[in-house]
C-alpha cells in the first residue's frame, strides 16, 4: 500500500510541475497568431461622394434635353477627372458622339432629362483598398427620367419602348486619385470585371 501511496504523490507531482503539453501548445497559438488586419472605413468621404454625384449625373444626362450635344457633358466633368482620363473621354477619329445618339434626339424631341440616384456607395475592397490618394467607389445606381418643361418624372410605363434611362442601372464603379488636395475620377470601370 505504501507503494501505491508513493506512486499516486509521484504522479501528482509530476502532473503539477508539467502542465498539459496539449493545452500549453494552444494557449501559444492562441497568444502568438497575429491579429486580423483592421480594414479602413468602407463609407468614402464626403468629398469623394461629390465628385462621385457630379461625375455620374453628367455622364447619365448626357442624352438630356438639357445638353447642347451629346458630348457636352464631358466638358462638364473636366474639372474633375484627370488629364488622362478627360482624354480617354473625348470622341474617337470622326465620331461626334460617345454613343446614344437616338437616345440624345428621343431626349430632345420629348423634352428628357435624366436624373440619378446612388446609393449604398462604399471603397470598394475587392479591387482595391483605398489609401489617403486613391481608392475605387462601387455604388448602386438608379436613374429617374423627368420632364424639362415641369420637372415631374415621367413613369416607366409613359416611356417609349428601348427608352432604358429609367430604373436601376449599372452599378457605378469608379477608380479615383487626389491630386493637388483634390479628389479626381481617374477611370470609369462601371460595368467592367
Known amino acids: 500500500m505504501g507503494l501505491v501511496l508513493l506512486g499516486i504523490i509521484g504522479l501528482a507531482v509530476y502532473l503539477w ?5 496539449t493545452n500549453n501548445t494552444t494557449t ?9 488586419p483592421k480594414l479602413p472605413n468602407p463609407h468614402p468621404p464626403q468629398e469623394v461622394l461629390a465628385v462621385v454625384n457630379a461625375y455620374i449625373q453628367a455622364r447619365e444626362n448626357a442624352v438630356g434635353a438639357d445638353q447642347t450635344t451629346p458630348t457636352a457633358w464631358i466638358a462638364k466633368v473636366q474639372q474633375i477627372t484627370t488629364t488622362s482620363w478627360f482624354t480617354e473621354l473625348q470622341p474617337k477619329g ?9 437616345d ?5 424631341r420629348n423634352g428628357y432629362i435624366v436624373k440619378t440616384r446612388l446609393s449604398q456607395c462604399i471603397w470598394d475592397f475587392k479591387i482595391a483598398l ?4 486613391n481608392g475605387v467607389v462601387y455604388c448602386e445606381l438608379n436613374d429617374t ?9 415621367i413613369s416607366a410605363s409613359s416611356l417609349p419602348f428601348g427608352w432604358s434611362h429609367t430604373g436601376r442601372q449599372i452599378p457605378l464603379t469608379l477608380k479615383l486619385v487626389k491630386q493637388n488636395h483634390s479628389w479626381l ?5 462601371s460595368g467592367g470585371d
Open 17 to 21: 510541475t508539467h502542465p498539459n503539453q
Open 28 to 36: 501559444k497559438t492562441q497568444s502568438s497568431s497575429p491579429s486580423s
Open 94 to 102: 470622326d465620331s461626334s458622339t460617345a454613343g446614344g445618339l437616338a
Open 104 to 108: 440624345y434626339y428621343l431626349a430632345h
Open 130 to 133: 483605398p489609401t489617403a490618394n
Open 145 to 153: 427620367t423627368v420632364s424639362q418643361a415641369t420637372g415631374a418624372v
Open 185 to 189: 475620377v481617374n477611370e470609369d470601370i
